[in-house]
């Protein structure tokens, strides 16, 4: 059965520092998602990474994926107040269903 | 084109009541799942439709729930004799077709009292 894991799971970080979060997967997949949450929100799709060593980067937010590693990350660059959020990374199972199996979340809290 | 809708957005109900919850995909697309999120968890998988053929449940729909999809458009999820345990987000997304990026909808957020 596929198990995705988050670390860490709570972040707490000043403005303008950088940090990375990690999402490992215990199965071979070649699709993987990030998603971010705001309290009491649905998901806002950030990244499709489809292929392995896949990088996107879009504003202060940066992922890539490696599929022999079954690791992703995202990479907070200079971070500001408004990316406080959870952020969780979906795995593409594969298969037929295509469903996607979620990690735990990070919670990002940015201080001033 | 809309995204994904649901409705109602909020539903607040009794313990041992039923609820239903609807959900619209996008238009054309034939792939529709529902997932459901505990608080301080991620989403987890539910149940998944191919147009009208529901061709997976989880584990975690137990004979409370049902999930149908007539004519293969919008879909409902019931949950009969609801239990405090079932208060979630529960969660529509849905696909064009195999491998194509699931969009999701705002949820529909339940509490039971």
């Known amino acids: 059965e596929l198990k995705v894991e988050q670390n860490p799971l709570f972040l707490s970080m000043q403005e303008g520092k950088n940090y990375t979060i990690y999402c490992n997967y215990s199965?071979?997949?070649?699709?993987l998602y990030w998603y971010r949450q705001d309290p009491g929100k649905s998901l806002e799709s950030l990244f499709v990474?489809?292929?392995?060593?896949a990088v996107k980067q879009e504003g202060r937010l940066m992922a890539s994926l490696d599929t022999k590693a079954r690791l992703s990350t995202l990479h907070i660059t200079a971070a500001v107040h408004d990316l406080s959020a959870t952020y969780f990374c979906?795995?593409?199972?594969?298969?037929?269903?295509?469903?996607?199996?979620f990690g735990t979340g990070t919670l990002l809290a940015v201080q001033p | 084109d809309t995204g994904v809708s649901q409705n109602p957005r909020h539903k607040i109900t009794k313990r041992g009541q039923n609820v239903t919850f609807r959900c619209d995909p996008i238009?054309?697309?034939?792939?529709l799942y529902w997932y459901r999120q505990t608080l301080g968890q991620g989403p987890e998988f539910l149940t998944y439709?191919?147009?009208?053929?529901?061709?997976?449940k989880s584990r975690l729909l137990s004979d409370r729930f049902s999930a149908e999809r007539p004519k293969g458009s919008f879909s409902t999820l019931e949950i009969q004799r609801t239990e405090q345990g079932d208060s979630a987000m529960y969660l529509c997304?849905?696909?064009?077709?195999?491998?194509?990026?699931?969009?999701f909808g705002p949820g529909t957020r339940l509490t039971v009292t």
């Open positions: 990474l489809l292929s392995n060593g």
């Open positions: 979906a795995v593409d199972t594969s298969g037929a269903t295509n469903k996607l199996i």
């Open positions: 439709f191919q147009n009208e053929a529901q061709l997976e």
């Open positions: 199965t071979t997949s070649d699709r």
């Open positions: 238009s054309e697309h034939n792939r």
């Open positions: 997304a849905s696909s064009l077709g195999n491998r194509d990026e699931q969009y």
